[in-house]
């Protein structure tokens, strides 16, 4: 399983940013997408995931209202538009897949490489 994050950049704060993730190597629909973050000299945390048909999705506090995360099964792909983005919001993002948020919560699952996302005026 190869999972392909990209999107990242610099913007200042009150801006927008939006990841996208491709997947390749099984069948995507039959899992749960996930994003996480870590910051530097912080743990890795949960922002946001969506179940295998996009009918439902799930957002850490931190980012309810101001992130949405989406996928679109025809393209192997998901998404995560960010907006109203927050100094706080600096860290390296990471495209999970995984069986469950709780699963991948604990560190299974397939991660990709990571992208940068940097919030500052």
């Known amino acids: 399983v190869q999972l392909q994050a990209s999107g990242g950049g610099s913007m200042q704060p009150g801006g927008s940013l939006r990841l996208a993730c491709a997947a390749s190597?099984?069948?995507?629909?039959?899992?749960?997408m996930a994003w996480f973050r870590q910051a530097p000299g912080k743990e890795r945390e949960f922002v946001a995931a969506?179940?295998?048909?996009?009918?439902?999705?799930f957002y850490a506090d931190s980012v309810k209202g101001r992130f949405t995360i989406s996928r679109d099964n025809a393209k192997n792909s998901v998404y995560m538009q960010m907006n109203s983005l927050k100094p706080e919001d600096t860290a390296v993002y990471y495209c999970?897949?995984?069986?469950?948020?709780?699963?991948?919560?604990?560190?299974?699952?397939?991660w990709g490489q990571g992208t940068q996302v940097t919030v500052s005026s």
């Open positions: 190597g099984r069948t995507f629909s039959n899992y749960v």
């Open positions: 999970a897949q995984g069986a469950s948020i709780a699963t991948m919560k604990g560190g299974a699952g397939y």
């Open positions: 969506i179940n295998w048909s996009g009918g439902a999705t």
